[in-house]
């Protein structure tokens, strides 16, 4: 069954600082979603990407998928407390197929 | 209100009780989701609904954990004989699409069960 890694389990990074969140899937994936859920709270949604190569954007969040679809990166740059949180991937392996998540990366931003 | 919206939001129940936990997605939204979340873990999957169907229960733990969505809309997760391990937060979500989904995974808050 497909599974989803997710590297490193927790950040603790100095505000201002960039930071990288990796994603990892032991298949192919049809979709790879970011999300990002406060202690307590909901998932809230960041970005989906579904094309090899893929990259999006939303205001200082940078997601892109590897070519082979495999493979995904979050960037925060010049990072807020705002940022801090849980990350947490999800993907599903095809059109029709559950979507399962990954055990979340945990980002402490220092003031 | 326009999100997912899961009652009871917070629940203790004695080893042994039966509960229900109720998710009302976003109105005609097709598919609907339910995730056990453990303390510091990411959502396991637990089973999966287009409308009325449900498509995959392969995440149900055992046989004391039962999923309905009988008109395709509101769904109900029962768990029967509650066990101590069964204390988690139980995530819903619903999105639009059916198999021609694609879109963002719609959540609620929640439903924190502890069972003492």
């Known amino acids: 069954s497909q599974e989803l890694e997710q590297s490193p389990q927790s950040l603790i990074v100095q505000e201002g600082k960039n930071l990288t969140i990796n994603c990892t899937s032991s298949?192919?994936?049809?979709?790879l979603y970011w999300y990002k859920q406060k202690y307590g709270e909901g998932l809230i949604f960041l970005m989906m990407?579904?094309?090899?190569?893929e990259e999006k954007s939303h205001e200082k969040i940078t997601a892109k998928l590897d070519e082979k679809k495999q493979q995904s990166s979050l960037h925060i740059t010049a990072s807020q407390p705002s940022h801090a949180g849980t990350y947490l991937c999800?993907?599903?392996?095809?059109?029709?197929?559950?979507?399962?998540f990954g055990k979340g990366t945990r980002l402490h931003i220092l003031p | 209100g326009a999100g997912v919206s899961q009652s009871p939001r917070y629940k203790v129940a004695k080893r042994g009780q039966d509960v229900a936990l109720r998710c009302d997605p976003i109105s005609g939204h097709v598919s609907l989701f339910w995730y056990q979340q453990a303390l510091g873990q990411g959502p396991e999957f637990l089973t999966y609904?287009?409308?009325?169907?449900?498509?995959?229960k392969s995440g149900l733990p055992s046989d004391r954990f039962f999923a309905e969505r009988p008109e395709g809309s509101v769904s109900t997760l029962k768990i029967q004989r509650t066990q101590q391990e069964d204390s988690a937060v139980y995530l819903c979500?619903?999105?639009f699409g059916g198999g021609r989904n694609t879109g963002e995974l719609f959540f609620g808050e929640g439903s924190r069960l502890t069972v003492l």
């Open positions: 990407l579904q094309k090899g190569g």
């Open positions: 609904f287009q409308n009325e169907a449900q498509l995959d």
């Open positions: 979500a619903s999105t």
């Open positions: 298949k192919t994936l049809y979709g």
């Open positions: 999800g993907a599903r392996g095809n059109r029709d197929d559950k979507i399962i």
